[in-house]
């Protein structure tokens, strides 16, 4: 597999939200606007490269049989860091994302690329592996978020566009199945195309 | 809080799938089959309890005291994914029976968020003494056990319904868990 395939199989093909669906459950809770997805997805992209490139580091340190513990304590540790850095420079962020900053551990993506990429690969290909897959997941969060937005409150990005009010039932819970499921058939109609 | 609000608020109002959006992963991983969900929802019931009840225990007495509340994260999800490994080994020993209706469940347990989210929100909550977050657990195992079977039911019927090309499989069961979202949102008026 090329060094730009290994990027770029996140974005579509493998894109870990429309196509494997895995971390459906941040993709759900926090996409209530575009800013809070993407704020996700960057969270998420960064545990993500860095799990990827420690994992990638101690491989052969490992046995075999204790691998799935010690990934979970990187990833862990990695959540951690985030968790405190976000609450002290993006307090607002922080807030909005709530219980879903530290349940980035049971992402199964972050778990899923440790095992299946970067317990195999060298750095290199993982840092790629995972800066393709985060952008990926961030890239769908932010979509899923921009519709919702735009749906339920008239509103990109936080500027109104009409002063009415929207569907509200786009930002509540069951707008966010409706919307990952018309997004899904859309991106499944457009995979298909392209193979 | 009561304990009879805890449990209608856990099962019903903010249930922890359709309301909180925890374990939609399995919600949505092992939905297609009535038995394999309750199969489910027996051994995320079982972990849940046990796991929202050490963590409680580490976090007033071990984590408040010692001031080390970030170290969370990291001590409640390897607290869950060992109790994983040893609900495991002694099902095997104990009951094989269970150990073989379950057993195919648990290791997927370690990652769904629901177990570490509600251990998380139970350790958080000051009103919550053990008792009540036991309780608040197993009302949530019950929500769980509650969406994943309902719904479980509804795929198993969708197999026989004739969906346009576009939105078969993933795509109209998302459809499927809005509209059951959308009714779960009718128990909002309790509260």
């Known amino acids: 597999m090329s060094k730009l395939n290994i990027f770029t199989k996140g974005f579509f093909s493998e894109n870990a939200v429309f196509v494997l669906l895995l971390g459906l459950c941040p993709t759900l809770g926090v996409t209530t606007s575009a800013v809070n997805g993407l704020g996700m997805g960057l969270a998420t992209t960064f545990v993500l490269v860095m799990s990827n490139i420690v994992v990638a580091l101690i491989k052969n340190l490992i046995p075999d049989k204790v691998r799935i513990p010690v990934f979970i304590v990187v990833i862990a540790s990695f959540v951690t860091i985030v968790e405190l850095t976000m609450q002290a420079f993006l307090p607002d962020l922080f807030d909005a994302l709530g219980l879903f900053i530290p349940l980035i551990v049971v992402n199964c993506l972050i778990l899923g690329r440790a095992e299946a990429f970067a ?21 769908a969060l932010g979509i899923l ?11 990109v990005f936080g500027y109104k566009l009409a002063d009415a009010d929207g569907m509200l039932v786009f930002v509540l819970a069951p707008g966010a199945f409706l919307a990952l499921g018309y997004l899904i058939a859309i991106m499944n109609k457009m995979n298909k195309k392209t193979t | 809080m009561s304990y009879f609000l805890i ?60 001031g080390i509340e970030f170290m969370q994260t990291i001590t409640f999800i390897l607290v869950i994914a060992s109790l994983v490994q040893m609900v495991e080994i002694v099902l095997k020993k104990v009951s094989p029976s269970l150990y073989q209706a379950l057993g195919i469940f648990l290791p997927l347990i370690t990652t769904n968020c629901a177990v570490l989210g509600v251990a998380i929100i139970a350790a958080g909550n000051a009103e919550f003494d053990l008792m009540k977050s036991v309780v608040f657990a197993i009302a949530n195992a019950f929500g769980f056990g509650l969406a994943l079977i309902t719904f479980a039911g509804l795929r198993e019927h969708m197999e026989l319904v004739n969906v346009p090309k576009g939105m078969k499989g993933v795509p109209i069961a998302f459809v499927m868990a809005g509209l059951l979202a959308l009714a779960f949102m009718g128990f909002a008026g309790i509260a």
Do not use: W
Not at chain 2, 31 to 37: G, I, M, P
């Open chain 1, 145 to 155: 978020g921009a519709v919702r937005e735009l749906l339920g409150g008239l509103a």
């Open chain 1, 119 to 139: 317990s195999k690969n060298n750095i290199l290909d993982s840092i790629l592996d995972g800066l393709g897959m985060g952008f990926g997941f961030a890239m």
């Open chain 2, 7 to 66: 449990v209608i608020s856990a099962i019903f109002v903010n249930n922890i799938v359709l309301a909180k959006f925890l374990g939609v992963c399995p919600f949505m991983g092992v939905s297609t089959k009535v038995e394999t969900s309750i199969g489910m929802t027996g051994a995320v019931m079982f972990v849940m309890v046990i796991a929202t009840m050490v963590t409680y225990l580490l976090q007033r007495y071990v984590l408040m005291p010692l």
